[in-house]
């Protein structure tokens, strides 16, 4: 679950950068809060993006445990350049990672990118 400031320039992100979907929406108007959650339709039960939207609360500061949301893609430098094009925030550009595991020795192709509240993403360079 992330927090947001703005809930429809997070949905627009998540659905038009990042091709994700919106599978629910709960609203609490007593308690002031709506979720909407966000994930890949073609697999509804896989893992989803919480989008937790307070509507008394407009900026958010990020805790020191949360690192990163990470996400596979085929086409990783064609992914960038349609985000970039987007007007999405590149943290770091697409590249090999400096580092390899040593169980497999190869080094990922990975970049970095920020959605509308400063949420770091990684994409990773997925061939499957």
């Not at 919480?50 to 996400?71: I, M």
Request: hydrophobic share 40%.
């Amino acid at each position: 679950m992330i927090r947001v400031a703005n809930l429809d320039r997070s949905i627009e992100f998540y659905r038009d950068a990042l091709g994700m979907s919106e599978l629910r929406r709960e609203t609490f108007p007593d308690a002031r809060f709506t979720l909407v959650f966000m994930g890949y339709a073609a697999h509804p039960n896989g893992a989803t993006v919480e989008l937790t939207w307070n509507w008394d609360s407009d900026s958010y500061t990020h805790g020191s445990g949360y690192g990163h949301v990470a996400l596979a893609v085929s086409d990783i430098y064609g992914a960038c350049a349609r985000l970039a094009e987007m007007g999405v925030e590149i943290l770091r550009e697409a590249g090999p990672m400096k580092a390899a595991p040593q169980e497999t020795g190869e080094r990922e192709e990975i970049a970095f990118i920020a959605d509308p509240d400063g949420y770091r993403i990684e994409l990773i360079g997925h061939s499957e």
